[in-house]
């Protein structure tokens, strides 16, 4: 009986799976249109008043896009403001929606990565994944990695699409 030889193990691929940056944290949309007078206008007052109210601690631990899905004007400031309030309870706030907060988190991650340790290396990175992974992190890792990996791949260790491949560099023979 012949011998079963695992290719994908002797191939030297490190496999670089993007869901493992995939923060467990609850997220949640803070939607401004709640504080809006008449579904319009944000009053300064009214709207400070409600800051200083407000249980915060509700936020404990939690991811939060900071909008307002309303056509309204709202302030710069506003959004400002409900970042402070929110800075000392969320483990995360950004301005936008759920798909801007996913974006920051997986960004925040990837910028941990040390590119050094990917240094002349084959480097998959894995396509599939049971929590969503942003398209703008797979764009992003890729520029994190391309000044230093010797080949860049996407998919599988047994099905990859090759990405980026460094070019060889020949060095002149010398004069004799």
């Known amino acids: 009986m012949e011998e079963i030889i695992n290719r994908v193990a002797k191939s030297g691929l490190i496999s670089l799976d993007l869901e493992e940056y995939y923060h467990q944290g609850e997220r949640v949309v803070y939607d401004l249109k709640d504080n809006l007078f008449m579904g319009l206008i944000l009053k300064e007052k009214d709207f400070r008043e409600f800051l ?11 991811n939060v896009a900071v909008t307002c899905t309303e056509d309204a004007i709202v302030p710069t400031w506003a959004y400002m403001l409900l970042a402070l309030q929110l800075g000392p309870y969320a483990h995360t706030v950004v301005f936008g929606d759920i798909n801007d907060l996913e974006e920051k988190m997986f960004f925040d991650a990837i ?59 020949t060095l002149p023979l010398p004069l004799s």
Not at 52 to 62: C, E, F, I, P, R
Not at 155 to 166: H, I, M
């Open 52 to 62: 200083k109210t407000n249980d915060w601690s509700q936020y404990t631990g939690k």
């Open 111 to 169: 910028n941990q990565i040390n590119p050094e340790d990917y240094r002349d290396a084959r480097v998959v990175v894995k396509g599939c994944s049971k929590h969503p992974v942003p398209t703008a992190a797979y764009v992003e890792i890729t520029r994190k990695l391309q000044p230093v990996v010797q080949a860049l791949m996407f998919g599988e260790p047994c099905s990859t699409v090759p990405l980026y491949k460094r070019a060889k560099i």
